[in-house]
C-alpha cells in the first residue's frame, strides 16, 4: 500500500478527501457531483467564475413588479418577496459551471456510501444562526422533517425517498434513504435549507409572517414594508465570509428591493434610476424601451451574455383537469391557432428560437426518432402510447411570418372535427351535446401587459374557430391562488430545467402530484407510463443513462399535447447602471447577480 503523506492525511483527517479506491470505509469529502468528480479539488480557494478580490460593501438596489405579504418562503400561505431565501443557509451549495456539484457551505463535509443509500454531514462548529444560536444536527432534522410535511409540495416530492434523519451528535447527522438508486437524493438534501428549531418554539410554520426568521445565511432583514419594499443587510461578521464556496460572493453591504404595480411602471422606475439592476424577459422592450441618453453615455448598460443552461418549456399550458382538454387531439389541434413565426417576427424582433422540447437547448432533448437505449426503454409501453412516439419527429406547428395562417386552421378544425365538434352559426360545438367549446386564458396582473398583446392574436386565431377564448386578467396574489388550487383553464408557464434532472421531475410530471394542491404539476399530467420514465430518470446511474431516459420522457410529454410550446433564448438579457461591478466571465448557467459588487467610487450615485 503507497504511504500517505503529511498533507493528504491531514486532509482525510479534515474531511477534505474522498475515499481511496477500495479503502473499505466510506470517506467524507468536501464535495459530491451526481456523475463523475468534482471540478474542485478539495484546496481550492474559490469558484472560477467570481472575483475574489471584489469590494465589500455599498447598496445594490432591486427591483420588482408585483407584492409580497409573508417572509416565509417555505410555505404555501401568503406571497414571498424576491430575495426571502437569502437569509437561510444550506448544508452545501452547488456551483454555476459543473452539471450538479455540491460543495460544502453550512457542512465542512459530507460522507456516501458507494451506493448513495445514505448520506452523513458534519457541520461547521462556527456556523451560527443571526439571533447567535449555534447550527445544530437537531436543526438540520428538524428542517427536513418540518419542510417535508408542513413546507410547500415540492419538498415533499423531493425529500419523499427519505426514510430517516438522524442526529447522531450536535454536529453529525445522518439521512437514509428509502433505496440505493437515487444517485442525486445525497445532493437534494445538501442543498436544504437548515432552520432553527428553537425560532419556531412559539410560532406556528405554515402561516404568513411579517417577522424575520433567523437563518445561517448571509443577509438579515432589516427593515420591510408589506409590499413596497424589503431591506437585506449583510450579517455582520458572518460566520461563513471566507469559505472557498462564498469568498467572491455576496460582496454587498445592503440590498433593497423595492415592489412596484406592473412591469410597465418597474422599467420606467428602472430607467430613471430608482434601481440598478434588471433583467429584461421582454424581447420589445429590450429593443425598444432602452433608447435613452444613459445607455448611449454608458451609464446605463445593456449586456446579452450567453449561457449553456437546459432552456425547458415555456408554453400556453393546458390544464387536463378541464373536460374539454382531457383530448389529446383536441388539445394538438389548438396549437395549430398559434403562431410563433408571426409572433417571433412582428413582436418579439426576431430574439426567440421556437422551443421545441422539454429539454430544450440541451443534450436531454429528443431528437429524430427513438433509437439505441432511448428505444430500448420506449419499447415495454409501447401499446399505451400513441404511435407518433415510435413513427414520427415532433414538430410543433409552423405559421407564416406574414400571419396568413388559413393552412393550419383548417388543419386544426379539421382535427375538432375528429374530436367530435363542429361548426354551427359560427360556433365551435360538442356534436353530441352541443356545448359551445369556451375556456379562459388566466394571466397576471403584474405582467399582463407583456402577455396580452402576445394572447389576443392567438384568442383571434382561435375565433376563427369558433371558440370562445378570454382573457381573464387578476393581480398577483389571486393569480398565485388559482395556479396553486388548479382554478384555471390554461395559463403560460414555464417548467425549467436543471443540467441533471432528478427528483424535482416527480412535482413536475408524477401523477401524485397532480392531486396535490400548490404542486408544480400544474398540467394535471396522470400517466402511469410518465410514472414509470421519471422515476427512470431519477434513477438513472450513469450520464449515458440519464439522456436517454430524459430523451424517453420528453417524447412522451410531447406527444401528449400538454402544452403549446412558445421560446427560448440562449443568453440573459441584462441592463445595469454603471455603479455596478461584475466578473469578467460569467458561469455556463448564466447571470449571478450575487456575485456582483458596487463600485465604491459609485457608492454615491
Known sequence: MRPVSALA?????????????????PQPR???????????????????????DAPQGGTMRRGRAGSFDTVNPFTLKGEAPYGAELPFATLMTRSADEPYTVYAYLAKSITVPDNRAWAE???RKDARFHDGEPVTAADVAFSLRTLKAKGKPYYRQNYRDVKKVEALDGHTV??????????????VVAEMPVLPEHAFKDRAFKTTTLEPIPGAGPYRISDLSQGRYIVYDKVADWWGDDLPVTRGRFNVGTLRWAFFRDSTVTLEAFKAHEFDVRR?????????????????????????IPHERPSGMQGFVFNVRRPIFQDRTVRRALAYAFNFQWTNQKLFYGQYTRTESYFANSALAATGLPEGRELEILKPYKDALPPEVFNKVYDPPEGRASGHDRKNLRKALELLREAGYEVRDGTLVNRETGAPFSFNILLNAASAGAWERITLPFTKNLKRLGIDATIRTVEAS???????????DMVAAIFPQPEVPGNEQRGYWHSAAAATKGSRNIIGVQSDVVDALVERVISAGSREELVAACRALDRVLLWGHYVIPQWHLTYDRVAYWNRLGRP??????????????????????
Open 9 to 25: 492525511a491531514g486532509l482525510l483527517a479534515a474531511g477534505l478527501l474522498p475515499a481511496a479506491a477500495g479503502a473499505g470505509e
Open 121 to 123: 454531514f458534519t457541520l
Open 30 to 52: 468536501h464535495a459530491l457531483a451526481v456523475f463523475g468528480e468534482p471540478r474542485y479539488g478539495p484546496g481550492f480557494e474559490h469558484f472560477d467564475y467570481v472575483n475574489p
Open 478 to 488: 389571486t393569480y398565485k391562488k388559482r395556479r396553486d388550487n388548479f382554478d384555471f
Open 584 to 605: 469578467a466571465e460569467a458561469p455556463a448557467k448564466g447571470v449571478r447577480i450575487m456575485n456582483w459588487w458596487v463600485k465604491p467610487e459609485k457608492r454615491e450615485s
Open 174 to 187: 445522518r439521512f437514509t434513504f428509502a433505496d440505493d438508486h437515487n444517485r442525486e437524493l445525497p445532493l
Open 280 to 304: 429584461e424577459n421582454q424581447a420589445k422592450k429590450w429593443a425598444t424601451a432602452y433608447d435613452t441618453a444613459a445607455v448611449e453615455e454608458g451609464r446605463l448598460i445593456k449586456a446579452k
